[in-house]
């Protein structure tokens, strides 16, 4: 905000820690408690109790060891108060003698990364709904509030609240180990973790002509957390793929949206309101993919891939479309789909020309899956005008016009219809 | 939203060239680190002493003029910056305070996002004053 407030009072202070500390600070709390829940219980009653006195007592020099006392007090006198974690209590009381004027934070860097990631992956288990795994992870890891949770999709509090106490019960119920899984499993929940990471990045993407501030800060939010993730885990390469992608989509941010809130398509787009700080931190990022599989593609890193190629280009007509028709073929054979393999046919149409493009786009009007997809008639038209084809061209337009919910776009199609008609 | 930290140069770094100590660069790659590893930390670097920079000065039709450093007053230099994307201007704070400086001064400015001025139509102008208007009643 240019020049609203002079100073910043102890409330934004405090949110401002708690989006710094929160983390780290429910990691090392479920190390020691073996429950996420409870953590983010005790992390929530330290924030409290900061809230109470810092506006008296000021920010402490070390707020995250602050928190993390609080926090560790408050678990003692709990189990204190409940005897059914007596054993707890001995192992926490324990620690807590020896150390008089405790630092926390010392003691937690040996372990926090693990801690961090544990969390993650608690967060993003499959035993939650899709929902609950992203709620629980903007909460737990991206230190959003409730409230801004609530905002960011459009629901209301209590409703998002529910389903967070509800995603502590089960992963309690279900006793959630607190860690991360090796092996097979360790492949298909990064899988899972990815997915919801990217899906709070679309959901703030998809919605950057909302209303809502918080709708496009989840887009920074998911880009946050995907480059926590990165250096959590350095060696895999669809983690750098997803920031790669999430980099390079972001950097168009500016460019997709036109003055009156249209959208603007990626051809049409001014390309000097590129961001080319993060076009710049995407490459690197999809460098270091590739350089970790010797140049293979995960799903994620194909389609960073495909950024890329745009992003590289200067101008549309610079565009490598023979390189991205190539990456496409390859995304459909890790993922078949039939919109991946449309998107291939428009890539291959202007590496090679429209025939090409039209091959592949017969093939797929018989595809159930597209029945009510209007690119697809629109996509065939444009291939059969190029070619000269425009009684067929005009046919498709207006199909496509017919299947469309967007009435920008059944503009466009109808005037592409018009245009296929013979001039007298 | 993003934030450019200016660190300002002063006469020990710019004028007489002061190397950081070790420690100093060791406590700095730490804080790097961290900034990094909460995914805040878009770029930043280091700029040499002004001795090796030089000014461009524009004036009218005439050729631009090349100008050689070192440039007086050095507590106007710039010694490196960071580029931040974080939540908002307290956050920026909290991070900065963590930095391992001991005097000086930093200057932190908000990195214009292209609606803040290019093509500002009144329903621009109208949705920026909606969105600032929610940030505040926050």
Known sequence: ?424 | MRFMVIVKSDEKTDVAGAQPSAEELQEMGKFNEELVKAGVMLAGEGLLPSSEGFRLQYSGTTEARVVDGPFAESKELIAGFWILQVKDRAEVIEWMKRAPFREGEIEIRRIAELDDFDNATPEIVEHEKKLREQAEAK
């Open chain 1, 1 to 424: 905000m240019v020049g609203v407030t002079a100073t910043t009072d102890s409330r934004s202070a405090i949110d401002a820690v708690w989006r710094i500390e929160s983390a780290r600070l429910i990691a090392g709390l479920a190390r020691m408690t073996r429950d996420v829940g409870l953590a983010e219980e005790l992390a929530q009653d330290a924030l409290v109790a900061a809230l109470e006195q810092w506006p008296e007592s000021g920010v402490p020099r070390n707020p995250g060891a602050w928190l993390m006392t609080t926090a560790k007090r408050r678990a003692v006198d709990t189990f204190r108060r409940n005897e059914r974690y007596e054993k707890k209590l001995g192992e926490i009381g324990r620690e807590q003698e020896y150390e008089e004027e405790p630092d926390f934070t010392a003691g937690l860097d040996d372990h926090i990364e693990d801690d961090l990631l544990r969390l993650v992956f608690t967060a993003c288990h499959p035993v939650l709904s899709t929902e609950a795994r992203v709620a629980l992870t903007l909460k737990m890891i991206g230190g959003l509030q409730t409230h801004e949770i609530a905002r960011a999709f459009l629901a209301k509090e209590t409703a998002i609240a529910q389903r967070i106490v509800r995603a502590k019960k089960t992963l309690g119920d279900a006793k959630v180990p607190f860690e991360v899984p090796e092996g097979a499993d360790r492949v298909a929940r990064l899988s899972s973790v990815l997915e919801v990471i990217y899906l709070i990045f679309n959901e703030g993407y998809s919605a950057t002509a909302g209303e809502d501030w918080m709708r496009p800060a989840l887009c920074e939010e998911a880009l946050r957390l995907g480059r926590i993730l990165a250096g959590l885990m350095p060696k895999e390469p669809e983690v750098h793929g997803l920031v790669a992608l999430m980099e390079i989509q972001a950097s168009r941010s500016a460019a997709r949206v036109g003055p009156n809130g249209e959208p603007v398509l990626l051809m049409d787009q001014d390309r000097t309101k590129w961001n080319r700080i993060l076009i710049g931190r995407g490459l690197s990022a999809l460098e270091l993919s590739e350089s970790l599989t010797g140049g293979a593609f995960g799903v994620y890193a194909a389609q960073a891939a495909i950024a890329a190629c745009h992003a590289r280009a200067r101008t549309g007509e610079e565009t490598d479309w023979a390189r991205i028709a190539v990456l496409y073929e390859g995304l459909g054979k890790l993922n078949p789909s039939p919109v991946i393999e449309l998107n291939r046919a428009v890539a291959l149409s202007m590496a090679v020309g429209p025939e090409a493009g039209l091959e592949i786009v017969d093939k797929l009007t018989s595809e159930p899956a597209l029945k009510a997809y209007h690119l697809l008639p629109s996509v065939r038209g444009d291939f059969l005008s190029k070619l000269g084809r425009l009684d067929e061209a005009r046919a498709e337009f207006e199909r496509a016009a017919e299947m469309t919910g967007n009435d920008r776009e059944r503009t466009l199609l109808l005037n592409r219809a018009a245009e296929c008609t013979p001039r007298v």
